[in-house]
């Protein structure tokens, strides 16, 4: 894969003194600030990460660039990219979200469930938003061995034994 994946978002200013509170979306929180230079979405504005501390929800850091308050506060909401080539290669069953977005879903038995429309944590584990023609609503489907027995990211698919329910019968 290539491209940019998004690794963390500012959630706005934190103290007096230019830091942000940061949400980091790596599987170790603090390596955000160890992959150099990261870029705002539009690739306009780049940021070196000094982490400062562990706050609620997150990180406090320094970005290169934001000295004051109100600086920090105007980039609350701004996402975090960095070149895909930058960071590690992921291991033996492990991938990057941006890796699964836009996969085909299919069943064990080949039936064309959706594509992955996005991969949400609300806390408990990772779940895959599936869209598609056939479905009223996107499907929420557990990114577990049990439900997804096979990520295929060179063929683009993953094949689903989905819990009942999940989606709708044929």
């Known amino acids: 894969m290539s491209g940019r994946v998004c690794v963390g978002a500012i959630a706005g200013a934190y103290g007096v003194r230019g830091e942000v509170r940061l949400k980091s979306f790596c599987a170790v929180a603090e390596d955000i600030a160890g992959y150099g230079p990261l870029e705002s979405e539009d690739g306009t504005r ?3 990460i000094t982490l400062t501390g562990t706050i609620k929800n997150g990180l406090s ?3 290169s660039g934001v000295a004051q308050k109100e600086a ?3 980039l609350k909401g701004v996402r975090l990219y960095v070149d895909r080539d930058r960071l590690p290669e992921a291991g033996d069953d492990e991938f990057y979200h941006a890796d699964l977005v ?3 879903v299919v069943d064990t038995g080949g039936r ?3 594509r992955v429309k996005a991969v949400v944590n609300h806390g ?3 779940i895959l938003e599936v869209t598609g023609p056939d479905l009223p609503a996107p499907a929420l489907l557990p990114f577990t061995r049990a439900a ?3 990520v295929d990211i060179a063929r683009g ?3 689903a034994d989905p819990p009942e329910g999940v989606f709708p019968e044929e």
């Open 46 to 48: 780049r940021f070196e």
């Open 61 to 63: 850091a320094r970005l």
């Open 72 to 74: 920090a506060d105007a």
């Open 102 to 104: 836009g996969l085909e």
């Open 112 to 114: 064309a469930l959706g």
């Open 124 to 126: 408990a584990q990772d």
């Open 148 to 150: 997804v027995p096979t």
């Open 157 to 159: 698919r993953i094949v």
